[in-house]
């Protein structure tokens, strides 16, 4: 399994974000980590959202 | 507080029942009420009206220990060290029957990058007659064994496991939680203000960069659950600006009114 760390956009520039989106599958809701290509900037924003895969030295 | 208020609360909110051998203790005291700043006491003795911020005491001895019964001790202080650090109220928490590992039962099992919450929507109109709701969250071991147990809110230590928590705990807090039931200035159910924004606006106006400024994504803006659950992310972590602008947008004084009281 792919570990996550969240988003930090001092340290991540350059990095694949990846969203917390819900996909539903009749009454059940599944929150799945989604590879997005919201620009950095504006990720930077809103850091909260969003995610990287984590490497050696996050 | 004034009787019809006191009525209320009695009414529509969580009220807990002290067990008279576990009267007293450090600090504020009550399970679960960590105090609100700025008030001298608390809540009435022997009883809680759900406003306090929930802390460790609320889940190791309160009416949280269910929720977390499941849960191995590491996996259990990871859900306490995310919650604890959030403005999560015993309200918030109510319905909500347990945050668990293990596979959800018509899913059948976890995908490795996958968590569950279970909706349910249409027990909603059972809530207030009192009828036991099942709300879960199923979510992934892998992701509560990355949580830091010396979480550091100031550094980026964290990891992914506290934003599905808060994620799927906004679904929850802003659906079936005895917050979205309680009426909101006397008035209607206080999830309505949530439901009217998008009704009223976001649902069919959509996503405009411009609302950045209040902390939301563009993801916010697909569907009501999503844009429901945000704003629960926003009033947590977003910054005082963005909160304020969000408060705009939902025509309330701010998402500490909302929310928080």
């Known amino acids: ?58 | 507080m004034g009787e019809e208020k006191r009525d209320l609360l009695d009414a529509y909110e969580w009220v807990l029942e002290i067990d008279p051998g576990q009267k007293g203790g450090p600090g504020s005291g009550h399970w679960g009420h960590a105090g609100r700043p700025g008030q001298v006491g608390g809540s009435q003795s022997g009883r809680m009206s759900g406003h306090g911020q929930v802390n460790r005491e609320y889940f190791t001895k309160g009416p949280g220990k269910k929720i977390v019964a499941s849960l191995t001790d590491k996996q259990r202080e990871a859900v306490l060290v995310v919650i604890t650090n959030m403005k999560v109220q015993p309200r918030h928490l109510q319905n909500l029957h347990e945050i668990t590992t293990e596979p959800h039962p018509e899913i059948g099992s976890v995908s490795p990058n996958c968590v569950t919450w279970d909706n349910c929507h249409q027990l909603a109109n059972y809530v207030r007659e009192g009828f036991p709701p099942r709300n879960s969250i199923h979510i992934n071991p892998a992701y509560l064994g990355s949580i830091h147990p010396a979480l550091d809110w100031v550094g980026h230590e964290l990891v992914i496991g506290r934003n599905i928590l808060a994620h799927e705990l906004g679904h929850h807090i802003t659906t079936e939680s005895r917050w979205a039931l309680t009426p909101y200035r006397g008035g209607t159910d206080a999830s309505f203000i949530l439901r009217d924004a998008w009704a009223g606006r976001a649902g069919y106006e959509g996503w405009r960069p411009e609302y950045e400024k209040m902390g939301m994504r563009e993801y916010s803006f697909k569907k009501e659950s999503e844009f429901r659950a945000d704003c629960w992310l926003v009033y947590q972590y977003g910054r005082p600006h963005q909160q304020a602008r969000l408060a705009e947008y939902l025509d309330v004084d701010s998402l500490d009114e909302l929310f928080g009281e």
């Open chain 1, 1 to 58: 399994m792919v570990d996550f760390v969240d988003f930090d956009p001092e340290k991540h520039k350059g990095r694949q974000l990846y969203e917390l989106q819900s996909r539903e599958m009749g009454e059940i809701i599944a929150t799945v980590p989604v590879p997005v290509d919201t620009p950095f900037d504006q990720a930077a924003q809103t850091p909260w959202y969003y995610v990287v895969e984590a490497q050696e030295g996050d």
